[in-house]
Structure formats: structure tokens, C-alpha cells
């Protein structure tokens, strides 16, 4: 997640959206004082590779703790933080109002089935692995529903949900209504090697292809997405 307040924007980290090699690439155009969440070493190192911004700020302000945040602080002695996938409904009680107002709120969302594919593999990056219907079922693949974190009371919480299908024309519009001073381009991040390059169509029975549906109806029902 970052909150850039040189250009003004919060991105909403989603899984399986390229959401960490996005992460690298906005961190470029942040600076000191702007908000960004650690990655795991193998992610900052490419970071740091690509001259991004590090981890940074990420502490909530005290100003912003609830009374439970406060025991937990008081009694276990941690600090709240903005995290990697914070929802958009926490952001908005860790920021000013105006921040959230007016900052240009943004995420990618990616269709549920092929999204579900690079979950399972991800999650599983080597055999043995459970069947799909079995890492449906177990609730896993659940996890992966991005609905949560741009959603607040089941309405759709930020500015724009672009498209990973279209992620190189989308870019070209975010770059643009950011006004940054140069095309916003992907590294490659770290990741599970995934040697099934087949088709989600190709790798999902009719049985698992409901199962999908019905897990991810929201997102399936505000995109329309077609299987």
C-alpha cells in the first residue's frame, strides 16, 4: 500500500493484480514523506534495484488509535501499522479526513477465475497440492476476494478499479491523471514459478467453475465478468 502524498493518491494493494510490481513501480515517484509498506527482503531488494522508494512511515499516527489500539500498545507493546493489503475502510481512520477526500483512491481487480488459478499456484508452488475443489473447499481460495479492500459497507470505496486484463492501456491512464513525470513501467517482482500455463478454462471443471462463481459473485456481478 502507499499513500503518496507528493501526488496526491492511495493505492489499494489487491492479490494477484501485479500488486507488488506496482508497488515498486509507484514507490519510484514517492518521497520522504510519503507512506509505503514493507515488502518482503527478496521485493525490497528489487525495489532497491529499480532505484524505489524503501518501506517507509508506515506506523499509524498516534493521534488516529482507538481504545483498542491503545491496550494493544499499553499492554503487548505494538505499534498499529499500515500494512501490505489494508482495507480501504482502515486507511480511511488512519487518515485525515482531507487525505481521503480529496486524494485520488485507486486498486486493481482481476477476473475471478483466472485470479483463483495464479492463488493456487502461488499458494502452492510446488507438489504435493491439493486439488482445486479441495482448496476451495478448505477456504483458501476464499482469500484471495480483493471485494473487502476497496469496499467499505459493501459499497465501492476508491476513486477507480482498474482492470489487470487491461494493465498496459491502464497504466498509460494512471501515469496520465497522476501527471508523473514519466510512464509508470513494471518490474518483475518476485514470485511462484507456475509451469501449468494452461487456460483457467482449460483447468477448471464445470463444478469448480460454479464454485468460483458463486465465491466471488460480488466482484463477478459489479465487473461483469464473463467466464
Known amino acids: 500500500m502507499i499513500i503518496s ?5 492511495i493505492f489499494i494493494k489487491t492479490e494477484k493484480t501485479a500488486g507488488t510490481s506496482l508497488e515498486i513501480a509507484l514507490s519510484s515517484f514517492c518521497d520522504d514523506s510519503d507512506i509505503i509498506t514493507p515488502l518482503v527482503p527478496e521485493d525490497e531488494a528489487v525495489r532497491q534495484s529499480v532505484s524505489g522508494q524503501a518501506a517507509r512511515n508506515f506506523y499509524v499516527p498516534f493521534g488516529k488509535y482507538s481504545f483498542r489500539k491503545w491496550g494493544k500498545l499499553l499492554i503487548k507493546g ?3 501499522k499500515f500494512y501490505n493489503h489494508i482495507t480501504a475502510k482502515e486507511i480511511k481512520n488512519f487518515v485525515d479526513e482531507d487525505v481521503w477526500t480529496n ?14 488459478i495464479s492463488w493456487y499456484y502461488w499458494r502452492y508452488k510446488t507438489e504435493p497440492r491439493p486439488t482445486i475443489s479441495e482448496f476451495i473447499d478448505s477456504g483458501e481460495a476464499a482469500k484471495v476476494s ?3 479492500l476497496y469496499t467499505i459497507d459493501d459499497q465501492v470505496a476508491v476513486d477507480k478499479v482498474f482492470m489487470y486484463e487491461r494493465m498496459e492501456e491502464e497504466l498509460n491512464e494512471l501515469s496520465s491523471h497522476l ?8 518490474p518483475k517482482a518476485n514470485g511462484g514459478v507456475r509451469r501449468d500455463k494452461r487456460h483457467y478454462k482449460d483447468v ?3 463444478k469448480e467453475r460454479g464454485a468460483v462463481a458463486n465465491l466471488f459473485r460480488r466482484e463477478i456481478k459489479l465487473f461483469g465478468y464473463k467466464y
Do not use: G, M, V
Open 5 to 9: 502524498h507528493k501526488h496526491r493518491f
Open 78 to 80: 505494538q505499534r498499529t
Open 103 to 116: 486524494y485520488f483512491k485507486f486498486c486493481f481487480e482481476r477476473n475471478p477465475w483466472d485470479k483463483l
Open 146 to 148: 480483493a471485494y473487502p
Open 179 to 186: 501527471n508523473l513525470p514519466y510512464q509508470l513501467i513494471l
Open 204 to 206: 477448471l471443471t464445470s
